[in-house]
C-alpha cells in the first residue's frame, strides 16, 4: 500500500506560478512509474503529465507542454509539478498517482493503481 499526500495548491492569478508536491509513504517508491491528473468541476479527470521511475521519461497533456514541469527525487520519495504561466482553465483539484506500471507512461486513470487526495489550484483571471 503506497499512500501520496500531495500539497502546494493554492490561488494564484493568470500567468503566475506554483509547485505541487506529493510524497510518498513507502521507500519502494522508485519503483513506480508516477503521475499527476487533474478534475475540473463538471468535467472527468485528466491526464496532466507522467514520469518514469529514473526520470529518463517524461509525458505531457498537450494543454500544459511547455508550462508545466514534472520531476522527482526518489531519496526524498517525493513527485513535483512546477506549474508557470498559469491560465484559468487551469483551475481544477490535482491529484498524483502511483502505478506499477513500468513499461510506458499511462495517461488512463484506471491504470493507476495508488492515489492522493488532491490539491485545490485556482487560477483567477
Known amino acids: 500500500q503506497v499512500q501520496l499526500v500531495e500539497s502546494g495548491g493554492g490561488l494564484v492569478q493568470a500567468g503566475g506560478s506554483l509547485r505541487l508536491a506529493c510524497a510518498a509513504s513507502q521507500r519502494t517508491f522508485s519503483g513506480y512509474t508516477m503521475g499527476w491528473f487533474r478534475q475540473a468541476p463538471g468535467k472527468e479527470r485528466e491526464f496532466v503529465s507522467g514520469?518514469?521511475?529514473?526520470?529518463?521519461?517524461?509525458l505531457y497533456a498537450d494543454s500544459v507542454k511547455g508550462r508545466f514541469t514534472i520531476s522527482r527525487d526518489n531519496a526524498k520519495n517525493t513527485v513535483y509539478l512546477q506549474m508557470n504561466s498559469l491560465k484559468p482553465e487551469d483551475t481544477a483539484v490535482y491529484s498524483c498517482?502511483?502505478?506499477?506500471?513500468?513499461?510506458?507512461?499511462?495517461?488512463?486513470?484506471?491504470?493507476?493503481?495508488?492515489w492522493g487526495q488532491g490539491t485545490q489550484v485556482t487560477v483567477s483571471s
Open positions: 498517482a502511483a502505478t506499477s506500471r513500468i513499461w510506458f507512461i499511462p495517461t488512463t486513470p484506471s491504470d493507476y493503481d495508488y
Open positions: 514520469i518514469s521511475r529514473n526520470s529518463g521519461r517524461t
